[in-house]
């Protein structure tokens, strides 16, 4: 029931950030306009006063000059609306200068510095929070839990404040849109980095214990604290100042640098102190942290050019990439396999749209025949769509041959020595094929098979890799992996069962697989993660699952091999002692 209650939360909130983020962007009237506009002033985001007047605008013939300020003190709406206006739009505004108060109108004309790139720049914006936003709501949806949400009011602060000042100010009452500054002001403004550090300390599984206990009531000390020196800060600006006051370096960069650094010391921490199996979750979180803070840091840097920004800007979209990697690790993918698959569907998606957007161009530039096009692109899309699983799978080996090539060697190699397993007539060229041969192909951590003995009872350590330090003795047949590899007859993530395993011993093994000859479980294998710390991913995990059905039939063929080699000898000895 929590957990119901908690999603239905998460959406009515997501729906709330979309509207207030995506329609700037979405609704048509202001995308078609949005910053095409000027009135021939500048204001500065949070201030009333005049800094500029370009000679000749409009606000330079209504008579407005530097230095000027509003006379709706701290109105946010007024200053948006100035700096964002439409073309043809007209303002009527109250200044002061010396203490006298003017009234001016002016009209918005085509801004000439607001091109094609800066429309494209503006929409490109929104990708890296958006990634953000999906990554969150997807954390939150699975595992409600403070972990999630920390993280997910973390990742709504990437969305960027100004498009929605912009865009509000010219649909909401003023009622309504002082309600949505405390909002972007107090919650995902610059306090939003705060969140960030219960999640790093309740990464990876939600629970606080040992010494992060102990620091956690601090954290949430700093967060309350924190947030009311930003409530203090917006009350300032907005009932009682004319402008932010002096002291805004502490809410807008010292406070969200300290947390980033507070942040990297927990991390720090947690990294010294993960187990083998756990670290390289946190080396994903800590790639992604120091893309997220590199990014937030690079705007306070001076004299950094405008697309080195952008550039590092973009690169922040690693950290919720990393995240959902480093948390749903057992159910995600390795990242050689994320980058193939990638590759695959981008390229598929950009030739299929392309081909149809050179066939659109061609009939209605050079053949200009409605009908014809509208007939032959529906045909050939038609035909695209029968015939996309098969280019689906040119594409795919041909992104594997150039760009995976490795990889694919050592998958053809795999499937080469599970097709001849079935031909062993010794168990020793069964043991390598189940243990050293998977081990050397993917450049595994370890590998160990255990080989069933005294009638089922126990299944004992027959081999391990070379590449191999450890490895459990062996598993007695009530043991909860020996019981569930018996009932499934399927394979077995370790993870799942740990505190069932020795602790030493199985440490650096992730799964088990069983190999099964008509329902008896003849022997099973452990392999570990890849040696550089990568985890398995599906498709190597069905090549192991093929190994093992190729061992089972291996298994049997051994069998049928040693009673025909006892019948023979039976029927020797018959024969010896008849003559």
């Not at 329609?23 to 204001?43: K, Q, Y």
Request: charged content about 15%; aromatic content about 14%.
């Amino acid at each position: 029931m929590r957990q119901a209650l908690a999603r239905g939360f998460l959406i009515l909130v997501t729906l709330f950030v979309v509207a207030m983020y995506y329609l700037p962007i979405g609704h048509v009237d202001f995308a078609e306009n949005w910053g095409e506009g000027t009135f021939g002033l500048t204001i500065p985001a949070r201030t009333i006063t005049v800094v500029s007047v370009d000679k000749g605008s409009s606000a330079d013939r209504a008579g407005i000059r530097a230095g000027d300020r509003l006379a709706e003190r701290g109105n946010y709406e007024i200053s948006s609306r100035l700096r964002s206006a439409y073309p043809g739009e007209r303002e009527t505004v109250s200044f002061k200068r010396n203490n006298l108060t003017y009234v001016a109108t002016v009209t918005a004309v085509r801004n000439p510095n607001f091109g094609f790139w800066q429309r494209i720049g503006g929409v490109l914006a929104y990708v890296p929070p958006t990634v953000f936003l999906i990554v969150a709501f997807l954390l939150v949806f699975l595992r409600p839990s403070i972990m999630s949400w920390a993280f997910y009011v973390f990742a709504v602060g990437y969305f960027g404040t100004s498009p929605v000042y912009m865009y509000w100010s010219h649909v909401l009452p003023h009622a309504a849109y002082v309600v949505l500054t405390f909002v972007l002001s107090t919650v995902f403004g610059p306090w939003s980095v705060l969140p960030l550090l219960p999640f790093i300390l309740r990464f990876p599984n939600g629970d606080v214990n040992g010494w992060r206990r102990r620091v956690d009531p601090f954290i949430w000390l700093f967060l309350a604290l924190s947030y009311g020196l930003y409530v203090v800060e917006w009350q300032f600006y907005y009932r009682t100042s004319e402008s932010l006051p002096t002291w805004d370096v502490i809410p807008s960069t010292v406070i969200p640098v300290v947390a980033f650094v507070a942040a990297g010391l927990i991390l720090a921490k947690n990294v010294s102190l993960a187990t083998p199996s756990d670290r390289q979750r946190w080396g994903f979180l800590a790639i992604g942290t120091f893309a997220s803070f590199l990014a937030y840091a690079i705007y306070f840097v001076p004299g950094v050019p405008f697309a080195v920004g952008q550039v590092i800007g973009f690169a922040v979209v690693l950290m919720p990439i990393c995240i959902a990697y480093a948390v749903f690790r057992l159910r995600v993918l390795d990242v050689n396999f994320v980058l193939n698959r990638a590759l695959v569907y981008g390229i598929l998606s950009l030739g299929v749209v392309a081909f149809v957007s050179v066939l659109d161009w061609f009939f209605s530039r050079v053949v200009a025949l409605g009908r014809l096009a509208l007939g032959v692109e529906l045909l050939v899309t038609i035909g695209i769509g029968f015939l996309l699983d098969r280019i689906n799978r040119v594409v795919e080996r041909i992104v594997e041959s150039v760009f995976f090539r490795r990889r694919r060697l050592a998958e053809k190699h795999l499937r080469r020595a599970a097709s001849a397993l079935p031909y062993a007539t010794d168990e020793t060229a069964i043991v390598d094929g189940l243990v050293q041969i998977p081990v050397d192909a993917l450049e595994l951590a370890a590998s160990a098979l255990y080989r069933r003995s005294g009638g089922g009872s126990r299944y004992e350590g027959v081999a391990t890799a070379r590449q191999t330090p450890v490895a459990p003795p062996g598993f007695d047949g009530n043991d909860l992996l020996v019981r569930m590899l018996l009932a499934d007859e399927s394979i077995v993530w370790l993870d799942e069962i740990r505190s069932y395993l020795d602790a030493e011993n199985a440490a650096i093994y992730t799964l088990a697989i069983p190999v099964t000859v008509r329902h008896e479980l003849v022997s099973f294998t452990l392999y570990g993660a890849h040696a550089n710390g990568a985890e398995l991913d599906p498709d190597e995990v069905e090549l192991l699952k093929e190994l093992a059905r190729e061992a089972a039939r291996a298994y049997d063929h051994v069998e049928a091999r040693r009673a025909q080699l006892r019948y023979s000898q039976i029927l020797t000895n018959e024969t010896a002692q008849t003559t």
